[in-house]
């Protein structure tokens, strides 16, 4: 969604709506829409530049991602320090 790049499902991290803030939904057990971006600072800034998480969640409003982006800067530090 971000970065427009093609890859698996089981690589990118699935988003949801929930009170008016975009939450990452590491299960994939959430219910609702899911938007799909890459668990990457890059790609969810992007993601987040064009709008279009209220767009693909199909929110009426703009949605809080301060939280989703602390989840994904945790994930990338994870990732590097194996
Ligand atoms: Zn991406």
Redesign the pocket.
Known sequence: M????R?AKDDLLRIVAIEGACVPDHRGTLPGRGAY??P?LV?LDLAVRRRAFPRALRAPGPLDTKALRLAVEKTVAEKATP
Request: glycine content about 12%.
């Open positions: 971000g970065c427009r790049e890859a971006v890459h990457a790609c």
